[in-house]
């Protein structure tokens, strides 16, 4: 999370430097958590591309050290309010302590949760967070899965060849983009690509019943995205929180309650179950589709045959004659596609993440919570810097 010269950024962009998240993108979590609950009874997370580790360090927050955000932490300070004021003003109220009255709000309770493990995975660095495992690796690599499953299960042996863990988790994170070229379509396929991978990863480590949640790029084909979803969870959700810009293509997919196929077998060698076997399954397919033979139509008129299928025809008043064209393609019974509910979390008293507000007078800039530790325009800055400056070196007259 960067400085810019006045720091006038959106509100979450100040908010996160106020409350000390590395990224603004943390309130995106928390706003999906208080949407769906993400993180009741969970305490085995995967925390994919997770750098610069926001998402990580709320899940430190709130799974290891106990804190509550959002309506939970309002709903628990209104709950001890109400408490006081029923000792307050109740009947063993001791009128001659008004000290008691000076309590305005109460601290939450923090409480930590047993037995917790939190793995975080990216191909840049991450800087240390409390109770958090790091690893520095590529999640579309197979090679990353027996790394995830020994930070996971310390017993765990690469020699059995299985890439299932005996320790599943209940949830697994990827807020993971790629560097965008602005050509959509072109963006929406890499970002399916990383969730594909992301996908197989979380079904080798998932339990059933956990939770998958993962950043895409909506675009006109992501309901078949949808649909292959479907298979594998019981509910589907599309959601966008209000600290994601509404100028931005960006939602998050939240899938419920992991229920794996019976027979199915997760691997990044064979992904989905697939692997090579995508062409002999095609072709298989195909062979088992039913073959029709084209309709043939005599023309009453001119006594020809046609090939053609007759086509319903409309003619509206001004002659024009509108043909309604039928899909004659076969259809299968488990070729779906299934469109989503889209959720948009976070109501109107939040705040808007594409609007300007105005700078109180005594604003202070602040720095960054964490700067970057290696960012990739690292190399540009330095060359930029050694070519001197943005507008290169200056002769002398």
């Not at 909506?218 to 969870?233: E, M, S």
């Not at 808007?352 to 007078?361: F, G, H, N, Q, T």
Request: with cysteine; glycine share 6%.
């Amino acid at each position: 999370m960067g400085k810019s010269s006045k720091d006038k950024r959106d509100a979450y962009y100040r908010l996160a430097k106020e409350q000390g998240w590395r990224a603004r993108s943390a309130f995106k979590l928390l706003q999906l958590d208080e949407e769906f609950d993400l993180f009741t009874n969970v305490t085995r997370v995967v925390d994919l591309c997770a750098a610069p580790g926001s998402w990580s360090q709320v899940l430190s927050r709130v799974l290891i050290k106990g804190e509550k955000f959002g309506r939970a932490a309002w709903q628990d300070r209104d709950a001890k309010f109400r408490q006081q004021m029923l000792g307050l003003f109740g009947p063993q109220t001791n009128v001659e302590k008004p000290e008691l009255l000076e309590a305005t709000e109460p601290l939450i309770e923090l409480k930590p949760r047993q037995d917790v493990k939190i793995v975080a995975i990216d191909l840049q660095p991450i800087s240390p967070l409390p109770g958090i495992v790091t690893l520095r690796a590529d999640i579309t690599h197979p090679a990353t899965i027996p790394l995830l499953l020994r930070a996971l299960d310390p017993e765990y042996d690469s020699k059995t060849r299985s890439q299932q863990t005996a320790q599943p988790v209940d949830l697994v994170l990827s807020d993971g983009a790629p560097d965008v070229t602005g050509l959509h379509d072109l963006d929406i396929y890499v970002q399916s690509q990383l969730l594909f991978a992301a996908l197989n990863l979380a079904l080798c480590v998932l339990k059933p019943g956990g939770k998958f949640v993962a950043k895409i790029f909506r675009g006109k084909n992501v309901d078949v995205l949808y649909a292959q979803l479907k298979i594998f969870f019981e509910k589907v959700h599309v959601a966008k929180p209000r600290s994601s810009r509404a100028s931005s293509v960006e939602a998050f997919i939240v899938c419920l309650n992991f229920q794996p196929p019976k027979g199915f077998t997760a691997s990044l060698e064979e992904p989905l179950g697939v692997g090579s076997r995508l062409s002999d399954m095609t072709e298989h397919n195909n062979r088992n589709l039913p073959v029709t033979a084209p309709t043939v139509l005599q023309n009453p008129k001119t006594g020809a045959w046609d090939d053609t299928p007759a086509l319903p025809k409309k003619t509206d008043g001004d002659g024009i004659t509108e043909v309604q064209i039928e899909d004659l393609r076969p259809r299968r019974q488990d070729d779906i596609r299934w469109i989503a509910p889209f959720i948009a979390c976070g109501d109107l008293s939040a705040f808007d993440s594409d609007a300007s507000y105005r700078l109180p007078p005594d604003h202070v800039s602040l720095d960054p919570i964490q700067p970057p530790t290696a960012p990739p325009y690292k190399r540009a800055l330095e060359m930029r810097k050694a070519f001197g400056g943005a507008y290169g070196k200056t002769g002398k007259a």
